[in-house]
């Protein structure tokens, strides 16, 4: 039985409503999976997170093995049992870390700075990439200094101790500048770790307990060049994973990261229509939008819970990228919620963006946290009203809607 039920799409895209069956219930599609990097959503109790209607979260593999420990949070119960949350999870494999300390952050990408492949830093929290080679990755850990190693069958040893409800294979994500010759010879390795990743499944089903009902998802990469997306998109599918992710560094700008997510779920609607579909790092109000409608099943994305911590509410204002920086001058004694009808705390409980300000200014946690569930709140409707819109058959009225700030 195929993992994603569908039960509409639109006539006039590739958008679809369904239902993700995992171990630890049923994900409503398309969704928006919020980040739990080191086990928590920042600032917020699972429990608060999941009483905003989520019905998974993304646990990363990378910064859960160098701390605590993927034995640790096994003895422990696994990760749901370790961070108390009764839904699903889906994993990061590591391997876009991979990409941030081999070249960069995307902040890097997008501001034109390059950093060498081989970093030299030596003490704590100067992680680099010492070696990327067909066994796997040696880097140093941020955590401690110390040389560790990450390779395919880590990654899923790993994810097998968290008990993750989906597994990601592990992964290289090339930057947009990367030349065609590089990005084609990571994308073939990435095909192979993929096959190291199923043997490695294959070998272990049994052993932890946790991981039998695990969904398994190969990860497309081949950059911004459109064969190697399309030969990389026939490759996973190949590979027979229950769900597949879109993933590496998507372009320059929106234009063409748009372009290259048309060119993966063409593909992945022609081979395999039925299989459910994540696209990694992405989750900007108007990516979601244009996401669903090019065929994306769920997101994932630090975005709502980072801009809180930095003053910023999302809000319906297209003009101004659909936020509201909060912590500004001009709103020290406006006495308005962040937004009429929202349900959140704040904007329900009638605190002013005067107040929230004041949070802001003065660094107090409470001031984030309060924005962290706006944000969160913020998407969730937005998802909703997207589900809503293909189910319904208004998913055009719908998204002109949502862009034009409605």
Excluded at 42 to 49: I, S
Excluded at 364 to 382: C, K, M, P, Y
């Amino acid at each position: 039985m195929p993992a994603l039920r569908i039960i509409a799409r639109d006539p006039a895209s590739r958008a679809r409503a369904g239902v993700l069956t995992t171990a630890h219930g049923e994900v409503a599609t398309p969704a928006f999976v919020p980040l739990a990097t080191q086990g928590s959503v920042r600032g917020l109790a699972a429990a608060e997170v999941a009483a905003l209607g989520y019905d998974m979260v993304l646990g990363n593999t990378f910064h859960l093995f160098l701390r605590p420990g993927g034995e640790l949070v096994a003895r422990l119960g696994g990760l749901h049992s370790f961070m108390g949350w009764e839904r699903a999870i889906i994993t990061d494999s590591g391997g876009f870390q991979v990409f941030s300390m081999g070249h960069g952050t995307v902040a890097d990408e997008i501001k034109g700075r390059r950093p060498p492949l081989r970093g030299t830093g030596g003490g704590a929290g100067s992680g680099a990439i010492l070696a990327i080679e067909e066994e796997g990755v040696r880097f140093r850990s941020y955590v401690d200094g110390s040389e560790r190693f990450i390779s395919p069958e880590i990654s899923m040893a790993v994810q097998a101790q968290l008990g993750s409800d989906i597994v990601l294979a592990f992964d290289e994500c090339t930057p947009f500048h990367a030349e065609r010759d590089y990005t084609a010879r990571s994308t073939e390795r990435t095909h192979r770790w993929l096959d190291r990743c199923i043997d490695w499944r294959e070998r272990h089903g049994g052993p932890v307990p946790r991981d039998s009902g695990s969904l398994f998802y190969a990860i497309v990469q081949g950059g911004v060049h459109e064969d190697l997306r399309i030969d990389s998109a026939a490759a996973v599918v190949a590979s027979g994973a229950e769900g597949i992710a879109i993933g590496g560094s998507l372009g320059q700008d929106k234009a063409q990261m748009y372009e290259v997510i048309d060119w993966s779920t063409r593909e992945l609607e022609r081979l395999a229509p039925e299989r459910p579909r994540h696209l990694l790092g992405i989750g900007e109000v108007d990516d979601l939008i244009r996401g669903v409608e090019l065929g994306i099943d769920s997101f994932d994305c630090a975005m709502p819970t980072r801009l809180a911590r930095h003053g910023t509410a999302l809000v319906a204002d297209p003009a101004n990228r659909w936020r509201l920086a909060v912590d500004r001058p001009v709103f020290a004694s406006d006495p308005a919620p962040l937004s009429q009808d929202c349900p959140c705390p704040a904007c329900a409980g009638g605190l002013s963006r005067a107040y929230l300000h004041h949070l802001a200014r003065c660094g107090e946690q409470t001031g984030g946290r309060l924005l962290s569930v706006h944000n969160l709140t913020f998407i969730a409707t937005l998802m909703s009203r997207l589900r809503a819109g293909i189910i319904d058959g208004r998913l055009g009225d719908v998204a002109r809607e949502l862009r034009a700030g409605r």
